[in-house]
């Protein structure tokens, strides 16, 4: 009996007239993904460039230290649970040795043309336990079909040769940029094409664009997801790129949209998103990061950090440093659950459906932590919370709870925490409600 009340399950239950999109198993397991890392990599590490022109030489690329281990190592101390890696940036090199290409590692100096970064990356992830990811840049400003029907065949044989050749992918991220290529042309992009060679060649991978079919983008790359966070999108009459919703309904969702697309934040943690010496000193701080998992992880969104390694083919300390600092952050502030051994009651009318918590003894509480179990949608829409003690109670309002919800407030002693659901839009069900005292220094605006 002792740690039922961590266990228990605080099912509510009522209907309503529609039916909700709920996630695909591969959806719901990557949002319990949470935190991962993004891996920017390539000529542009050499070449101090952002947006390779895609004329670089090959030879360039020549990371001698390279090891995929190490990226690996950090991934994991850091708590991330995967890497997705640039596998072709706009520039057009492949880091891998594209049979599709001329422009990849294999015409680089680096390990005279033997080397294939994909490899190396994904028998790491595996030997560490990381799901492994590929980023393909659609954009290609090398490729000299780019801009002519025969170059949506290159990418389809592109996509073919990283899904099939590197063990399971578990996301792929399409970014929507479509520039002008080496003649001065754009490419119409065969997305319709694109989609349905990976659903064919690898049905479990989730796939990443602004408007999914899987995974949105979250509208900014500064890491942050709306405080109201929908896994709701409406995508019909929309495309990736110049053509996606507005920035700020990626960014929230669609309350009634029609497909289940959860956000995906994806920011730096430096500056720019490839290595550059003079970023060295521009890392953000673990409690920079700290706050970035609060507005990403925190408002049911997960967070893709980018971690750029540099010329060596190492990820450097500076970075490393961070992340170690951030994932004690995260270990020292989440580990004890005050409301672990709380006596809970559920209590309902026609306004609201309410969670009590009474609390064993008086703590000090200046945030929670709410899950939705969203296994058949999401519900939550509206709810306050209250803590209170013998003298005083104090209100707090939200709106959308989704995957995680991470809630900080003014510090308060309390013995009882009561959630109240209110016209929440079908069966809920809370997963669970934690209590926690953070580091006052960590909460910000
Ligand atoms: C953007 C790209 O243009 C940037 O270079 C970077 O890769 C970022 C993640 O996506 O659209």
């Not at 007239?17 to 891996?39: C, G, I, N, R, V």
């Not at 994909?118 to 799901?131: D, P, R």
């Not at 996509?159 to 940029?177: H, I, M, N, R």
């Not at 709701?232 to 507005?246: H, I, N, Q, V």
Request: hydrophobic letters at 35%; one cysteine or more.
């Amino acid at each position: 009996m002792k740690r039922f009340w961590m266990l228990i399950f605080y099912s509510i239950t009522f209907f309503v007239a529609t039916a909700q999109p709920k996630p695909k198993s591969q959806q719901l397991a990557w949002h319990d993904m949470e935190f991962y890392l993004f891996m920017h990599f390539g000529p542009n590490t050499f070449t101090d460039l952002e947006w390779g022109h895609g004329n670089e030489k090959e030879e360039i690329f020549n990371p001698e230290n390279l090891d995929c281990n190490q990226w690996c190592r950090i991934a994991k101390a850091a708590g991330a649970k995967g890497i997705i890696i640039t596998a072709k940036h706009h520039d057009g090199f492949c880091l891998w040795p594209s049979k599709y290409s001329k422009h990849t590692v294999r015409e680089s100096k680096w390990k005279n043309g033997k080397g294939d970064v994909l490899k190396e990356l994904s028998a790491a992830c595996k030997k560490y336990g990381l799901k492994f990811g590929v980023y393909l840049s659609p954009w290609d400003r090398n490729h000299p079909d780019y801009g002519t029907a025969k170059y949506n065949d290159v990418f389809v044989n592109m996509l073919k040769e990283v899904l099939t050749k590197y063990g399971s992918v578990w996301e792929l991220w399409w970014d929507g940029a479509n520039g002008e290529g080496p003649n001065g042309k754009q490419q119409i992009y065969d997305w319709h094409r694109f989609e349905q060679t990976v659903r064919k060649l690898s049905p479990q991978t989730v796939v990443f664009s602004d408007i999914g079919p899987d995974i949105r983008w979250c509208g900014n790359e500064n890491g942050t997801a709306g405080i109201t966070n929908w896994n709701y999108l409406d995508t019909a009459g929309f495309k990736r790129g110049a053509g996606a919703p507005p920035q700020d309904t990626l960014n929230a969702g669609n309350a009634n949209g029609k497909n289940w697309i959860p956000a995906e934040c994806d920011v730096s943690i430096r500056p720019g998103w490839f290595w550059h010496k003079n970023e060295d000193d521009k890392v953000k701080t673990p409690e920079t990061l700290f706050d970035l998992y609060l507005k990403s992880v925190g408002r049911g969104a997960n967070l893709l950090l980018n971690v750029p390694p540099d010329q060596n083919g190492l990820i450097t300390m500076y970075d490393s440093l961070a992340l170690m600092g951030f994932k004690k952050l995260l270990e020292h502030n989440f580990k004890n659950d005050l409301a672990a051994n709380a006596k809970v009651r559920n209590t309902a009318d026609q306004f609201e459906r309410v969670i009590h918590l009474g609390l064993p003894a008086v703590k000090k509480i200046n945030c929670l932590v709410l899950e939705e179990d969203i296994k058949n949608g999401q519900a939550i829409s509206n709810f306050y919370f209250q803590l209170r003690n013998s003298k005083k109670l104090q209100s707090f309002q939200g709106t959308t709870i989704g995957h995680k919800r991470i809630i900080t407030f003014p510090a308060m002693d309390a013995d009882y925490i009561s959630l109240h659901l209110l016209n929440p839009k079908q069966k809920v069900s809370i997963k669970s409600i934690k209590a926690y005292l953070i580091g006052e220094d960590l909460i910000q605006p």
